[in-house]
């Protein structure tokens, strides 16, 4: 029972280390992007290319790995973002967004084979550590450090400051002089980043697979919506209720009920509680 535990919890916080990034990239834009599993698949695939295929220490996988995410980022925001928030209101980044995913995910199968690979062991460990293998604790780590460290980001920086004042106004901002189009690459490239270090971190959990973006997205999104939309804390706490219920329904019924399970908690909060747990309901003036 308790590596079901252990298990659901790892998984939790890959889901709840994705809700990390929706919520950076929806604070300056407020797009919930297609792309945003795929930087964590990207940064899977990477890392283990970059240790199996070249010999990198792994310090520096990470550091490439991280790297990747990020140029992805930075490659979202300019090719399916910009120009539809520039041209129109509507939630037409949606469909851009999704096109960018999809292109990037065969394009990785392409190269990279559509099976599942083995990530390589950071420290030698024998795989009957059960527990406390370390396939299990580097996602925890991994998430927690990434969601005290955004915490800090925004009390104590500069720009995540700004990140903040444009979360709550945007046109406000940019009347005081702010960059806006700027802030939002910054964010962007911030959450590839991110995603490309939950993508190392969960690669002996996840395997490397090219298929994975897709996955993480949608159960990222429930996370976030489980926890509430632009809650750190509800991203933790719904990751960590979606992997631990996941894990229990496989263990009890089989894991072709995952799924099941995922979407029945997603129309669950949606009806009692659709703002999240943590989630503030947005009240406006008529």
């Known amino acids: 029972m308790m590596t079901v535990v252990v298990t659901g919890l790892a998984v939790g916080m890959v889901y709840a280390a994705i809700a990390l990034v929706y919520n950076v990239m929806f604070s300056t834009s407020k797009v919930l992007s297609m792309t945003t599993g795929h930087t964590a698949m990207l940064g899977g695939v990477f890392g283990a290319w970059f240790v199996q295929a070249l010999g990198v220490p792994w310090g520096l996988a990470l550091l490439g790995a991280v790297l990747v995410g990020t140029a992805f980022g930075w490659a979202t925001e300019l090719l399916a973002i910009r120009r539809v928030l520039n041209r129109s209101d509507e939630h037409l980044w949606l469909l851009s967004t999704l096109a960018l995913a999809t292109m990037v995910q065969q394009g990785v199968g392409l190269w990279w084979g559509t099976e599942p690979k083995p990530f390589p062991r950071f420290i030698a460990q024998d795989f009957g550590a059960g ?152 009240v406006r003036p008529v």
């Open 131 to 282: 527990v406390l293998d370390q396939k299990f604790w580097l996602p925890i780590a991994a998430t927690l450090v990434m969601a005290a460290g955004l915490s800090l980001f925004y009390r104590r920086t500069m720009y995540g400051k700004l990140f903040v004042a444009m979360s709550e106004d945007a046109f406000a901002a940019r009347a005081r002089g702010v960059s806006t189009d700027r802030i939002r690459m910054l964010s962007y490239m911030l959450s590839g980043a991110l995603g490309g270090l939950t993508g190392f971190a969960a690669g002996q959990l996840t395997f490397a697979y090219f298929a994975l973006g897709l996955t993480l997205t949608l159960y990222g999104f429930i996370a976030l919506a489980v926890g509430g939309l632009g809650s750190n804390l509800g991203a933790l706490v719904g990751g960590a209720t979606l992997g631990l219920l996941n894990a229990f329904a496989s263990y009890w019924f089989g894991g072709e009920y995952q799924q099941t399970v995922a979407v029945g908690i997603l129309m669950i909060v949606l009806l009692v509680k659709p703002e999240g747990i943590f989630g503030s309901r947005n």
